[in-house]
């Protein structure tokens, strides 16, 4: 799973190696899971030479284990890498998105979300 965000993340970015975002991700995760609870995984990282966000997103057709924190396996995965040095900036979009997914009705409208546009929507 986190090789297919690292691939979504690094797709048209030629100045993004796609082993070198799943390393990032993948340290992250080492750390502790990113599975936030109510199916949602959260992988995120700060990587050298970004200078803006980046964000994906993968809505499973089948439930993944995942360690998350309610034990439940997950549905929802948005990944986020930002840049290196813009750790108030990793944090407030952390934060940012722990809000709208504690939030009981845009969570469930996020997870019945039927096209891509609509799902950015939610999201931004």
């Known amino acids: 799973m986190l090789e297919?965000?690292?691939?979504l993340l690094s797709h048209n970015r030629p100045d993004l190696h796609r082993d070198t975002v799943f390393q990032v991700l993948n340290e992250r995760e080492r750390l502790g899971s990113t599975g936030i609870g109510d199916?949602?995984?959260l992988p995120h990282g700060r990587l050298n030479g970004?200078?803006?966000p980046l964000a994906a997103v993968i809505?499973?057709?089948q439930a993944l284990?995942?360690?998350s924190v309610d034990d439940r396996p997950i549905q929802l995965i948005v990944g986020l890498l930002?840049?290196?040095?813009?750790?108030?900036?990793?944090?407030?979009?952390?934060?940012?998105l722990a809000e709208t997914f504690n939030n009981t009705?845009?969570?469930?409208?996020i997870f019945r979300a039927r096209d891509a546009q609509t799902l950015f929507a939610l999201l931004t």
């Open 4 to 7: 297919e965000l690292a691939r």
């Open 39 to 41: 199916g949602i995984a």
């Open 50 to 52: 970004l200078t803006e």
């Open 59 to 61: 809505r499973l057709r």
């Open 65 to 67: 284990d995942f360690d």
């Open 82 to 96: 930002v840049p290196a040095n813009a750790t108030e900036q990793h944090l407030n979009i952390l934060a940012s």
């Open 105 to 109: 009705e845009q969570r469930e409208a």
